[in-house]
Every structure is written in structure tokens, then in C-alpha cells.
């Protein structure tokens, strides 16, 4: 099992769950993180450091944001590691719980 990013991380982009993840399983892209699904080791360090509730285990994710297990896997084969917090970008907090950011994301 592993730990899935979800569509509210688009344009927020907080980083508190890297500092957390034990085995550097975070890719940053332009507008979002993602988890690389065959480094996590399930530890579930990350799940509650998200200020944005963007992590869900895969097993939790509905089925509107299942598509976001193969969005994480795809782009964390490109996407370089991320091991250390940065700050969010300045308009995270009015991006945050905003519906239909999918459409958003930069590849």
C-alpha cells in the first residue's frame, strides 16, 4: 500500500510532509508534490502533516481523486526528489479546498 497526493495539493503545494518522510518519497513538480508509490513504506508520517488534507492512503482515496494513485506513480518517474520543506507559494490558502483543481495541474 501506499500514500497518494490528491488534487487539493494543486497550487497550495505545502511541503510539511517532506520533513516527515523517512524515506524520501516526495516529488516536486511545478504546482504540486506527488509520492513515488515503490519508496513508500506506508509509515503514514505524512497523512497528518498536510495542512491541506491532500494525502490519503490508497486503500482511503474516493473515487473521484482514485485517479491521482497513477498520477502520482507517472510523474514522480520524471519529477525530482524533494527532501526539504519550502515555503508554499504566497496564495496556497486561497487555493486550498477549492473543487476542480485537476483540470490545473502542471505537468
Given amino acids: 500500500m501506499t500514500y497518494v497526493v490528491t ?6 503545494k505545502y511541503t510539511d ?3 516527515v518522510c523517512p524515506v524520501d518519497c516526495f516529488h516536486e513538480g511545478p ?3 506527488v509520492i513515488d508509490p515503490e519508496e513508500c513504506i506506508d509509515c503514514t508520517l505524512c497523512e497528518p502533516e498536510c495542512p491541506a488534507q491532500a494525502i490519503f492512503s ?4 474516493s473515487n473521484d481523486q482514485a485517479p491521482f494513485l497513477a498520477i502520482n506513480a507517472d510523474l514522480a518517474k520524471s519529477w525530482p526528489v524533494l527532501t526539504e520543506k519550502k515555503d508554499p507559494p504566497a496564495d ?3 487555493w486550498d479546498g477549492k473543487p476542480g483543481k ?4 502542471e505537468r
Fill in 7 to 12: 488534487e487539493n495539493c494543486i497550487k497550495c
Fill in 17 to 19: 510532509c517532506v520533513e
Fill in 31 to 33: 504546482n504540486m508534490l
Fill in 58 to 61: 490508497e486503500d482511503d482515496l
Fill in 92 to 94: 496556497a490558502t486561497e
Fill in 102 to 105: 485537476r483540470e490545473l495541474l
